[in-house]
């Protein structure tokens, strides 16, 4: 394994993360292409070594806590979890280490490989002939941003990871779009690119030819008017009638005369993937759909079986003025997807009454369930959805979760599989807090499993000279 650790001091500044703002500080300007490129040279120099890779026991009992990760079911009972990133009230941990999770035995591994891409954060991943891909996302040093367009796959023979050449109209640098796989096609939507100065929303569409590596781009331009808004972290899940895709919800940025403003959006709309493969923009494979208008629509955490969807959390986020009232969300809804429409039913709870006319259902709290969150990770397996982590707020203070819960969809009943590391040392007593100077209550233990992983941390130091390499 190699472990590089950058380290930075830093002032102030403020990161929104889907839709949620974060206070931080710096004090010293991080130039992230040094970063980037003492990093890249590191990776090439791994990747002469052409060993396979191999699964190894995790010294801890779990991955150390991390947002927006992503979590690949790729066959019975297994998952894979690559990338995302740790924020401790003053610095910012970027990974690109790899997991193997069992379900059934509630066992993790780590991925010992000579072969891996950037550290990266807020990307997206499916699992496809043997292959997880992985599009997209970003590095981060708090005051600056670098998104990523390539694609990179973990080859589950060999277990090593490898970039991609691809051909095409390649998709321009995003995170926190949505993709998900439909037939032999990888369908991208949306997502977003900070520079430094402003954030660009996207609401084009893609898609990539998985058995011929070649992305396609869909011509819309004669119909903006009767397109999305641009948005990013919305629900995207393929529907069972072999044709159309669904995209529900996200969030985006927008400058006022005050500040900047965050919107969240409720509507639906479907993607015929007929047209869509046809089309030489002369069609609008967009529809927008009716349907019932959860009140958490940003930050969901989704994962499909063959006949539903269940969509698990969210934030709201009100703003008044200059300050920003978030509200999480534990409610987890069952979505069918042989209808075309975004009605879905919620669960995890005892039924009281009996359906509405919208579709959700009235039903009374059960006494074990996970805490309100966003940006979990989730997968379904034999009839159960297990959510992993997320981001949860703590006297206004936002905390990434490293539990595990499991929710029967046939009793609709919770259960909590590991309560995570304990709230002690991994976050640091001076985190600012825009409405509270008290000090987090719950305290997180040192024992974070951080010895096994890569880790990408900021510092005020030059990163080239303070890389360093563990072999």
């Not at 396979?52 to 991390?66: F, N, T």
């Not at 479907?270 to 009716?290: A, C, E, P, R």
């Not at 034999?382 to 046939?410: P, Q, R």
Request: proline fraction near 3%; include cysteine; glycine fraction near 6%.
């Amino acid at each position: 394994m190699v472990k590089s650790s950058l380290k930075s001091s830093f002032g102030e500044d403020s990161k929104q993360a889907s839709g949620k703002k974060t206070k931080k500080t710096i004090s010293k300007e991080c130039k992230i292409s040094n970063v980037i490129k003492s990093l890249s040279e590191q990776i090439v120099k791994r990747s002469a070594d052409l060993s396979h890779g191999r699964w190894v026991d995790l010294d801890a009992e779990r991955p150390s806590p991390r947002a927006h990760s992503t979590l690949t079911l790729i066959e019975e009972g297994l998952c894979v979890m690559f990338g995302g990133e740790f924020f401790d009230g003053c610095n910012v941990i970027l990974y690109n280490d790899t997991f193997l999770y069992n379900l059934s035995t509630n066992k993790w591994k780590v991925l010992d490989t000579p072969a891996v891409p950037l550290p990266r954060c807020s990307h997206q991943a499916t699992f496809y002939k043997n292959r997880i891909y992985i599009f997209g996302g970003e590095f981060n040093t708090l005051d600056e941003f670098h998104h990523f367009n390539d694609i990179h796959y973990l080859c589950l023979s060999t277990l090593r990871w490898t970039k991609l050449d691809v051909t095409g109209q390649i998709p321009s640098s995003r995170s926190g779009h949505r993709m998900v796989l439909w037939k032999n096609y990888w369908v991208l939507f949306g997502g977003f690119h900070d520079n430094g100065n402003e954030s660009t929303y996207y609401n084009d569409l893609y898609y990539f030819d998985l058995d011929n590596n070649c992305w396609h781009q869909v011509n819309q331009q004669l119909f903006t008017s009767s397109l999305p808004e641009p948005r990013a972290g919305c629900v995207l899940l393929a529907l069972n009638d072999g044709k159309h895709l669904m995209m529900h919800g996200g969030f985006s940025k927008k400058d006022s005369s005050n500040d900047v403003v965050g919107l969240s959006y409720k509507d639906s709309w479907l993607i015929d993937m007929n047209l869509l493969l046809s089309n030489s923009g002369n069609v609008l494979v967009w529809s927008k759909v009716k349907g019932c208008e959860p009140e958490f629509s940003t930050g969901l955490s989704f994962a499909t079986s063959s006949e539903y969807a269940v969509l698990f959390g969210g934030v709201n986020d009100e703003y008044k003025g200059l300050h920003v009232k978030s509200t999480f969300s534990n409610k987890c809804f069952k979505l069918n997807l042989n209808q075309r429409k975004y009605n879905p039913t919620e669960i995890g709870f005892e039924r009281e009454n009996k359906e509405d006319g919208l579709g959700l259902s009235k039903l009374s709290l059960s006494k074990s369930i996970p805490t309100p969150r966003m940006n979990s990770n989730s997968v379904i397996y034999n009839d159960t959805l297990y959510i992993f982590g997320g981001i949860v707020e703590v006297k206004d203070m936002e905390i990434t979760e490293s539990d595990c819960w499991a929710l029967d969809l046939k009793t609709n009943e919770w259960k909590c599989i590991d309560e995570g590391f304990e709230k002690n040392r991994l976050y640091n007593n001076e985190i600012e807090s825009e409405d509270s100077d008290e000090e987090l209550d719950e305290e997180l233990d040192e024992d974070s499993g951080d010895e096994t992983e890569e880790m990408y941390e900021s510092d005020e130091n030059d990163y080239d000279e303070e890389t360093e390499e563990e072999l």
